[in-house]
């Protein structure tokens, strides 16, 4: 069997961004590991109708599809005069959804799954590195979640600082981690520690919490969640 991190250090260059033959073998990679991984992640937010969320890395959208509740059949809702009222979203999903993601290939799905969604008026998709997220207003996010997202983040201190920027006071980010699976000597997989993570998290003004997420098979991740700490609750 070869090893998922030599598999993982070949396709290095392709994975943050995933374009031609070799974007094409990471995209499959991704989309065989991710989902179970992305929509247990997201389902530990809590989300609510209320919700602003944003999905860093938002892939080829296993997170946008487990929105609605995946592939369970909605009730037909019918009105006073015994027609059938166009299908509302379900509950609990959120008043603004922003997917962020510098692939075009990527987006190119991501607005496929869109169409298909009867909550598409809450999606919005963006191709910019979330580095700078000029389209979010300063303490308008109340969750954010990015699935094996954070290695490729550098400086991590400067996409932090973003991030923060955009989340409302107590607002959460959550980021999901194979660390396991990792190579450790990737000029591309920057952040592949735990606790240099956890640590530039708290020094960037989060509370952090690590838990081990345990799924079946290779689904299993890390979910280091930050709360944003009010500025004048900061030591």
Known sequence: ????????????????S???ITGWFAQRLMESSN?????????????????????LGAGSGAGLKSLGGG???????????????????PAGIPSRIVCVEISQDFRDELE??????????????????????????DESVDKIFAMNVVYFLDPLEEYLTEIRRVLKPGGVVSFGCKFPALPKDSDVFINVEEE????KMEQAGFEVKSTFVKLPERHSFTEILGRKIPSGSRL
């Not at 989902?35 to 999905?55: A, H, Y």
């Not at 240099?196 to 640590?199: F, G, L, M, N, T």
């Open 1 to 16: 069997m070869i090893p998922v991190k030599w598999v993982l250090g070949v396709l290095a260059p392709s994975m943050r």
């Open 112 to 137: 496929k799954v869109k169409a298909g969604l009867e909550y598409q008026d809450r999606v919005e998709i963006y191709p910019d590195d979330c580095k700078a997220m000029p389209f979010l207003e």
């Open 71 to 89: 592939e369970e059949e909605e009730e037909e809702n019918v009105g006073s005069d015994g027609t059938a009222d166009a299908p509302a979203a």
């Open 35 to 55: 989902p179970p991984s992305t929509r247990e992640g997201i389902q530990r937010l809590g989300l609510t109708s209320d919700d602003t969320f944003v999905e």
């Open 18 to 20: 995933p374009s031609g």
């Open 196 to 199: 240099i993570i956890v640590e």
